[in-house]
């Protein structure tokens, strides 16, 4: 229960991070993919690693229109648990991303610090919610 709560607060916390010009109005919430990336990563390779995750998620939400979101947490009593709540407003975004020549740095460039890595496709309970995230991190938009 606790990492659920933990994630619930990341994609608060991920949506906070968005200035209100880059929020996408075009979004259609009923077809965002939302993905939850569960990593294990070497702990003598965790400073690169962490490195490395750091660009690719900064690059991701400055350059890429269709990711919404790329929010990386760790664990905190075991730091080389990485999770990341991944949000595309679409699979096309999804598959777009993985193109860019950032996330095929990225890609190729941790692969071996990586012990484990599951990938778990989510669906929002309740998509019509989505935009009154936004609505309520960026009062000053809603006239």
């Not at 075009?26 to 990336?37: N, S, T």
């Amino acid at each position: 229960m606790k990492k659920l709560q933990l994630i619930i607060a990341a994609l608060l916390l991920s949506f906070s991070c968005v200035p209100e010009e880059k929020i996408n109005p075009e979004v259609d919430f009923e077809k965002m993919m939302i993905r939850i990336a569960e990593l294990e990563i070497a702990e003598e390779h965790l400073d690169s690693y962490l490195f490395e995750l750091k660009k690719e998620a900064k690059a991701s939400m400055d350059i890429e229109n269709g990711v919404i979101s790329i929010f990386p947490m760790y664990e905190e009593e075991h730091p080389t648990q990485i999770t990341i709540v991944e949000i595309y407003a679409d699979k096309k975004a999804y598959e777009a991303h993985l193109k860019t020549p950032h996330f095929k740095t990225y890609k190729t460039t941790t692969m071996e610090m990586v012990k484990s890595l599951k990938l778990i496709d989510m669906n929002a309970v309740d998509p019509e919610t989505m935009p009154l995230i936004f609505e309520k991190l960026n009062p000053d938009s809603v006239e």
